[in-house]
């Protein structure tokens, strides 16, 4: 039981920690993109 609680826990933390790292690399990319347009 304890196991299973403790999978779920971490499970929750990769899922934030993924979502963060979608949202950094949405930020991040047309970040890096349009200075990389413009001459």
């Known amino acids: 039981?304890?196991?299973?609680?403790?999978?779920?826990?971490?499970?929750?933390?990769s899922g934030l920690f993924m979502i963060m790292l979608v949202v950094g690399m949405m930020l991040v990319t047309p970040a890096m993109a349009c200075p990389a347009g413009k001459p």
């Open 1 to 13: 039981m304890e196991k299973l609680k403790l999978n779920s826990k971490v499970r929750k933390i």
